[in-house]
């Protein structure tokens, strides 16, 4: 048994690939360890996982940058989010949106294992995971008042419903790279929300008991 890390990008995690001297590749096998890299995006992140994850992984870790509705989180912080809800999984109604849960067709917010997270010292939040990031102020209201999340990312739901559906216990840990404001990437710290998020994830692959 052993741990899945999941990450869209080879550049999110590039550190700790060159860390533990793995060349880098979308799948990657090691002894204690496996390494996938999915694409950017909830479709592939599927797709990924529908190729690679089976019953052999005891842990899923999705790693990866993020960016925060909550000011109140430091730009470069890790945060463990532990619900996250496919945002745009609905339908219109002029100009009222209609959730998936709303329109009886099943769920649409999944959730990490909560097990593990009370140990990891890391902030817990819930986030949304989107197609399109948000830069707009309007839309951005709105989807505060619809789900009041604390993060958003593209791939982070995906993982936790695939996980929940093989009974594979989860995590998502991300470091704030940018603050969701009409978008402004002057102001981003891409750089420093990678170092963090390396820093963390080596750490916890050298210390985890698997």
């Known amino acids: 048994m052993k741990i899945l890390v999941v990450a869209a990008t080879e550049a999110e995690i590039a550190a700790t690939l060159a860390h533990f001297n793995l060349t880098p590749n979308n799948f990657i096998e090691t002894e204690k360890f496996d390494v996938l890299i999915t694409g950017v995006g909830m479709v592939a992140t599927a797709f990924a996982l529908g190729q690679k994850l089976s019953s052999k992984y005891n842990l899923v870790l999705n790693v990866g940058i993020a960016g925060s509705f909550d000011s109140t989180i430091e730009l470069g912080e890790l945060v463990n989010i532990t619900q996250d809800t496919l945002a745009e999984l609905g339908a219109e109604d002029h100009e009222n949106f209609i959730s998936l849960p709303k329109m009886g067709f099943g769920e649409n917010t999944f959730s990490s294992f909560a097990g593990i997270t009370d140990n990891l010292g890391i902030k817990i939040v819930k986030g949304i995971t989107?197609?399109?990031?948000?830069?707009?102020?309007?839309?951005?209201?709105?989807?505060?008042?619809?789900?009041?999340?604390?993060?958003?990312?593209?791939?982070?739901?995906?993982?936790?419903?695939?996980?929940?559906?093989?009974?594979?216990?989860?995590?998502?840990?991300?470091?704030?790279?940018?603050?969701?404001?009409?978008?402004?990437?002057?102001?981003?710290?891409?750089?420093?929300?990678?170092?963090?998020?390396?820093?963390?994830?080596?750490?916890?692959?050298?210390?985890?008991?698997?």
Not at 143 to 159: D, H, I, K, R, W
Not at 168 to 181: D, G, K, P
Not at 188 to 203: E, P, R, V, Y
């Open 130 to 210: 989107v197609n399109k990031v948000h830069g707009n102020a309007q839309s951005i209201e709105n989807v505060t008042q619809l789900y009041q999340p604390q993060t958003e990312s593209m791939e982070g739901a995906a993982v936790l419903y695939a996980a929940k559906e093989l009974n594979i216990t989860v995590l998502q840990i991300r470091a704030i790279s940018n603050y969701v404001e009409p978008r402004n990437r002057e102001n981003w710290q891409i750089g420093l929300a990678m170092s963090s998020l390396n820093d963390w994830l080596t750490n916890f692959l050298h210390n985890h008991r698997f």
